[in-house]
């Protein structure tokens, strides 16, 4: 079964507070991803986790942000001294199926972040 | 560095009629994997058609189907007969065969299906 569950859907936050947002597959995927999508815009790429282990972080990460995966299944994405620019909605997605060409990415509803 | 572009922000089709999105991408790999993501307002992301780089045929799924050009890195959307139910934001998506798998999407395309 397939299945993100993302929570909190809408958090509404003022600049300067840290927040968090975490995301829960359904089932056991190794491949987990978090997105960042502003208005208007498509999603790009924060970071990747393979199983526990961060692999890859974009240069969009700045050192406010901070990715964990512990144990390899949910995942959290903390954000600290939040700024205006940091309203975003933040997706978080699994890549399903064991084999690269016919998995797919498969998005949870989303965390909306407004900093006022 | 892979790109993907959407040069369409908006576009409207009647319902019951066919229209065509735009994507160009550009990679210096020979190998990939394109895809069309739509996201319905307030709503989730869901795949609606895939295309391995490999394979000459364009890809079909019921009333969605592309028109992939290789040579041109061009990969547009065409939906037929279209709904109600079509209206959404359309995202052309980039995917390198190995690696992390991670996507890079284009800015999107807005449809508007008209009644």
């Known amino acids: 079964d397939t299945g993100v569950s993302q929570n909190p859907r809408h958090k509404i936050t003022k600049r300067g507070q840290n927040v968090t947002f975490r995301c829960d597959p359904i089932s056991e995927h190794n491949r987990l991803y978090w997105y960042r999508q502003t208005l208007g815009q498509g999603p790009e790429f924060l970071t990747y986790?393979?199983?526990?282990?961060?692999?890859?972080k974009s240069r969009l990460l700045s050192d406010r942000f901070s990715a964990e995966r512990p144990k390899g299944s949910f995942s959290t994405l903390e954000i600290q001294r939040t700024e205006q620019g940091d309203s975003a909605m933040y997706l978080c997605?699994?890549?399903?199926?064991?084999?690269?060409?016919?998995?797919?990415?498969?998005f949870g509803e989303g965390s909306r972040l407004t900093v006022l | 560095a892979q790109t993907v572009t959407q040069s369409q922000p908006e576009m409207s089709v009647q319902e019951a009629e066919t229209v065509t999105l735009s994507c160009t991408y550009d990679?210096?790999?020979?190998?990939?994997?394109l895809f069309w993501y739509k996201q319905p307002p307030s709503r989730q992301m869901i795949l609606v058609i895939r295309?391995?780089?490999?394979?000459?045929q364009n890809a079909t799924e019921n009333r969605f189907s592309v028109n992939f050009q290789k040579a041109a890195k061009s990969f547009s959307l065409k939906i037929s007969d279209s709904q109600l139910g079509d209206a959404a934001m359309y995202f052309c998506?980039?995917?390198?065969?190995?690696?992390?798998?991670?996507?890079?999407f284009g800015t999107g395309t807005r449809l508007k299906v008209l009644a």
């Open positions: 997605a699994i890549f399903t199926g064991g084999q690269a060409f016919t998995g797919e990415l498969f």
């Open positions: 986790f393979q199983n526990e282990a961060q692999l890859e």
């Open positions: 295309q391995e780089a490999y394979k000459q």
């Open positions: 990679t210096s790999e020979s190998d990939y994997y």
């Open positions: 998506a980039y995917r390198s065969v190995g690696g992390t798998y991670k996507y890079i």
